[in-house]
């Protein structure tokens, strides 16, 4: 080959095959950036299954009923304490891990979800009632985003809104 070939393929490198090989890794960094997204959201989801198990291994404390439980022992209400905090450590991990101010579509979805599992708990009085306990020492902006929550929702039940409780 001469020179001239040489030069007109590097060329052609440079003007087509570099900018190829610079989207192609780009398009690949998103790709595994969605990957590693959907990774911890499926372990998130997987934390919170295990959670919903010790929920229901406890249904003395009426943690699905839709009013609250009645008069809880002292041992009882130690178990919810848990439970609830157990829970609170898993939304702050999952707003830790998720949230972000500017959410693009499928990151609005993944958060969606929690934020609805968060709502749906801050319906019930009793967890609304135990919350400045659970966030004593957590992240600022997740105390903030679960007590503006949680607030809604309590303006939501004085509203007369149905399902106060169901989690």
């Not at 990774?39 to 989801?45: A, D, I, K, N, R």
């Not at 997987?46 to 041992?75: C, H, M, R, T, V």
């Not at 659970?134 to 600022?140: A, F, V, Y």
């Given at each position: ?71 809880l022992s002292e041992e009882q209400r130690e178990r919810r304490f848990i439970i609830f905090n157990m829970l609170v450590s898993l939304f702050e991990r999952a707003y830790l891990l998720l949230y972000e101010e500017d959410m693009d579509q499928q990151e609005g979805r993944r958060w969606s ?55």
């Amino acid at each position: 080959m001469s020179l001239e070939t040489w030069e007109l393929m590097s060329y052609v490198v440079t003007v087509i095959g570099l900018p190829l090989a610079i989207a192609v890794f780009f398009m690949e960094k998103r790709k595994e950036h969605e990957n590693d997204a959907a990774e911890v959201y499926q372990q998130l989801s997987d934390n919170y299954q295990d959670f919903l198990k010790i929920a229901l291994e406890n249904p003395d404390l009426g943690l699905f009923s839709a009013a609250n439980a009645p008069a809880l022992s002292e041992e009882q209400r130690e178990r919810r304490f848990i439970i609830f905090n157990m829970l609170v450590s898993l939304f702050e991990r999952a707003y830790l891990l998720l949230y972000e101010e500017d959410m693009d579509q499928q990151e609005g979805r993944r958060w969606s979800s929690w934020e609805d599992y968060i709502r749906e708990w801050c319906r019930r009085p009793d967890f609304r009632a135990s919350l400045p306990a659970l966030l004593r020492g957590e992240d600022p902006d997740f105390v903030r985003y679960v007590e503006r929550l949680a607030e809604s929702e309590q303006r939501g039940d004085e509203g007369g809104r149905a399902g106060s409780g169901s989690a």
